[in-house]
């Protein structure tokens, strides 16, 4: 099966860039998307296909994928990101998802 | 505005069964592909199931296959989930998820809230 990892948790001062990683084998040859989860709240879709941004999603939220790592930028970051963030991808008949990390807003 | 209520969870006991429901609104229902995440007490996601816009393909986790079976009714833009012999492990949050394709579940667009679903004695 296939496996993503991502950190537990990360920490960034306010107005700052934070970067999400999640690895996975050969991960750049796959369509990584990131959901936003903030407490007690369902999941929200921030970054499709690696780089994409949905509608109403700002601009601050960036993605790439390359090699065994996609990232996730979140630039100028604000009290409000704060949350849980899910990548995941779809591996030939499944979906998996990354085990989440943890943005701290200090 | 597209809107996805889940229904159906509750408290049930090891072995037994449930069905969840999701009633979706806001989209041709029928041109996209819907499944259940689930999120176990303080967990990450799960994605659990998965079925194409026409009902033609299913796609399961290994974890639940051979005791869920989902189905959707287009004329009635509902979604269903038949859960049997659960398991405590199976106690989690089922959210509801559109898929943005109408075949595989690629990624997920919109979510509901989800519904609650205790296994226990």
């Known amino acids: 099966s296939y496996d993503l990892t991502q950190p537990l948790s990360v920490s960034v001062a306010l107005g700052q860039t934070a970067r999400i990683t999640c690895g996975g084998n050969n991960i750049g040859n796959k369509n990584v998307h990131w959901y936003q989860q903030k407490p007690g709240q369902a999941p929200v879709l921030v970054i499709y296909?690696?780089?994409n941004r949905p509608s109403g999603i700002p601009e601050r939220f960036s993605g790439s994928n390359s090699g065994n790592t996609a990232t996730l930028t979140i630039s100028r970051v604000q009290a409000g990101d704060e949350g849980d963030y899910h990548c995941?991808?779809?591996?030939?008949?499944?979906?998996?998802f990354g085990g989440g990390t943890k943005l701290t807003v200090l | 505005e597209v809107q996805l209520l889940e229904s159906g969870g509750g408290l049930v006991q090891p072995g037994g069964s449930l069905r969840l429901s999701c009633a979706a609104s806001g989209f041709t229902f029928s041109n996209y592909g819907m499944n259940w995440v689930r999120q176990a007490p303080g967990k990450g996601l799960e994605w659990v199931s998965g079925?194409?816009?026409?009902?033609?393909?299913?796609y399961y986790a290994d974890s639940v296959k051979g005791r869920l079976t989902i189905s959707r009714d287009n004329a009635n833009n509902t979604f269903y989930m038949q859960m049997n012999s659960l398991r405590a492990e199976d106690t989690a949050v089922y959210h509801c998820?559109?898929?943005?394709?109408?075949?595989?579940?690629?990624?997920?667009?919109?979510w509901g809230q989800g519904t609650l679903v205790t296994v226990s004695s």
């Open positions: 998820a559109k898929s943005s394709s109408g075949t595989y579940p690629k990624n997920f667009d919109y």
């Open positions: 296909s690696d780089t």
């Open positions: 995941q991808v779809w591996d030939t008949t499944t979906v998996v």
């Open positions: 079925i194409s816009g026409s009902g033609d393909n299913t």
